[in-house]
């Protein structure tokens, strides 16, 4: 008799621990700001490729650009591609953190 109330105890510690833990989990995550949820990291390295991607695609069309623009319209591409490789890289420095949080 006494194995078997070990047995049950034990058993029953694991359930206890396993129930314990599931509802750790599905807490909200105290760092998380109203309103947010928190990037999956499967999706967070998805975005993060993606921008990279951009930033050489952009990259390379700056490079394509004359030096000196001499017409206005070469001042304002470059103008707007200056502008969008600064965007794409703040947007990596945010996809870099080990955490992000995504409108809800």
Same mark, same amino acid.
């Given at each position: +008799?006494? &194995? ?8 029953? !510690?694991?359930? @206890?621990?396993? $129930? %314990? &833990? %599931?509802?750790?989990?599905?807490? /909200?995550? +105290?760092?998380? +700001?109203?309103g947010m #949820?928190?990037m999956d990291?499967g999706e ?6 993606? @921008? ?7 990259? !390379? $069309?700056?490079?394509?650009? /004359?030096?000196?623009?001499? #017409?206005?319209?070469? =001042?304002?591409?470059? $103008? %707007?591609?200056?502008?969008? @490789?600064?965007?794409? $890289? %703040?947007?990596? =420095?945010?996809?870099?953190? /080990? ?6």
């Amino acid at each position: +008799p006494d &194995a078997s109330v070990r047995r049950y105890l034990d058993e029953r !510690k694991r359930e @206890l621990r396993a $129930e %314990a &833990a %599931a509802a750790k989990k599905a807490l /909200p995550d +105290p760092d998380c +700001p109203a309103g947010m #949820t928190k990037m999956d990291d499967g999706e967070r390295l998805e975005a993060l490729g993606d @921008l990279q991607a951009r930033k050489e695609e952009v990259k !390379k $069309e700056l490079f394509k650009l /004359p030096l000196m623009p001499s #017409t206005l319209r070469q =001042k304002q591409r470059q $103008e %707007a591609l200056h502008k969008a @490789l600064d965007d794409v $890289e %703040a947007s990596i =420095k945010i996809f870099e953190r /080990p955490v992000v949080y995504i409108q809800a």
